[in-house]
């Protein structure tokens, strides 16, 4: 039998301190109020009043404004490990990341796939073409189509059987 979360709507509620701070630590950690309801047994609502309350949402901005404060600690490593490495991946990984060098891999996979994709394409637009010039054949000579049908399909095999040959 599914447990019903408890809704503090219904009366006073009290959610005891580890499983608040319980809840609060999964907030921080980016989960979201309908999970957090879902495993700890209580409703959004509760969530909700737990992590918007004054406290958290001070506790939550100072951990950005520490976070926001490691910016100028990490560009000073970031620039002693580049004056002094011999080897040229780090600068290459960031200025791949900023944007400033193409990745030639990715450019690379995303032609062939331009290139598949265009050939699938052409093959279509062919197939597409002969199945009209049958059609049209078909009425000229007074064929059935499903006579041309099966010839159809021959083709259409002994094509595949070369291309994948």
Same mark, same amino acid.
């Given at each position: 039998?599914?447990?019903?979360?408890k809704?503090?709507?219904?009366?006073?509620?009290?959610?005891?301190r580890p499983?608040?701070?319980r809840?609060?630590?999964?907030?921080?950690?980016g989960?979201?109020i309908?999970?957090? !309801?879902?495993?700890?047994? #209580?409703?959004? %609502? /509760?969530?909700?009043?737990?992590v918007?309350?004054?406290? =958290?949402?001070k506790?939550?901005?100072e951990?950005?404004e520490?976070y926001?404060g490691?910016?100028r600690?990490?560009?000073?490593?970031?620039?002693?490990a580049?004056?002094t490495?011999?080897?040229?991946?780090?600068?290459?990984?960031i200025?791949?990341?900023i944007g400033?060098?193409?990745?030639q891999?990715?450019?690379?996979?995303a032609? !062939?796939?331009?290139?598949? #994709?265009?050939e %699938? /394409?052409?093959?279509?637009?062919?197939?597409?073409?002969? =199945?009209q010039?049958a059609?049209?054949?078909?009425?000229?000579?007074?064929?059935?189509?499903?006579?041309?049908g099966?010839?159809?399909?021959?083709?259409?095999?002994?094509?595949?059987e070369?291309?994948?040959?």
């Amino acid at each position: 039998m599914k447990r019903q979360p408890k809704s503090t709507k219904l009366g006073h509620s009290h959610v005891p301190r580890p499983q608040q701070e319980r809840i609060v630590s999964k907030f921080i950690q980016g989960q979201g109020i309908r999970q957090i !309801a879902r495993e700890e047994g #209580r409703s959004r %609502e /509760t969530i909700s009043k737990i992590v918007r309350s004054e406290d =958290v949402q001070k506790y939550v901005a100072e951990l950005r404004e520490q976070y926001i404060g490691l910016g100028r600690e990490a560009m000073a490593a970031l620039t002693r490990a580049l004056r002094t490495s011999k080897d040229g991946k780090l600068a290459h990984q960031i200025l791949l990341d900023i944007g400033v060098v193409r990745d030639q891999v990715a450019a690379e996979d995303a032609t !062939a796939q331009t290139s598949a #994709r265009d050939e %699938e /394409t052409e093959v279509l637009l062919m197939t597409g073409r002969l =199945v009209q010039a049958a059609a049209v054949r078909a009425k000229t000579y007074g064929i059935p189509l499903e006579k041309i049908g099966y010839g159809l399909k021959d083709v259409a095999k002994k094509f595949l059987e070369k291309s994948v040959a």
